[in-house]
């Protein structure tokens, strides 16, 4: 069992940067493709991006390419989500999970995180 754990959301006025972290408490994490979903309200939970297990191959959606960068760390079982010139449509939970190896979706994910809210202010 993985137990994602987010951190680093908040309020952040658009145009600033904000940095979500995960960290999943167990020495399995290595083998688990990780990623990001975000969740606004009256939506569907989207994906946002993922990073496969050896962090060699990344995916972004269209909404947020160019904007977010996502990372991992595999020692320290952490993956990163840096969020840079955020505007109002990023106001959401963001989600961190885990599950399959190369990449994961909302439809594969296994283990989710409990969720951070990030909330972008005019």
């Avoid at 989207?46 to 595999?74: H, L, M, P, Q």
């Amino acid at each position: 069992q993985v137990e994602p754990v987010e951190s680093g959301g908040g309020l952040v006025q658009a145009g600033g940067s904000l940095r979500l972290s995960c960290v999943a408490s167990s020495r399995t994490f290595s083998r688990f493709a990780m990623g990001w979903f975000r969740q606004a309200p009256g939506k569907e939970r989207e994906f946002v991006s993922s990073i496969s297990w050896d962090g060699g191959s990344t995916r972004y959606a269209d909404s947020v390419k160019g904007r977010f960068t996502i990372s991992r760390d595999n020692a320290k079982n952490t993956v990163y989500l840096q969020m840079n010139s955020l505007g109002l449509g990023d106001t959401a939970v963001y989600y961190c999970a885990a599950g399959g190896t190369i990449t994961v979706s909302v439809n594969t994910a296994v283990y989710w995180g409990q969720g951070t809210q990030v909330t972008v202010s005019s």
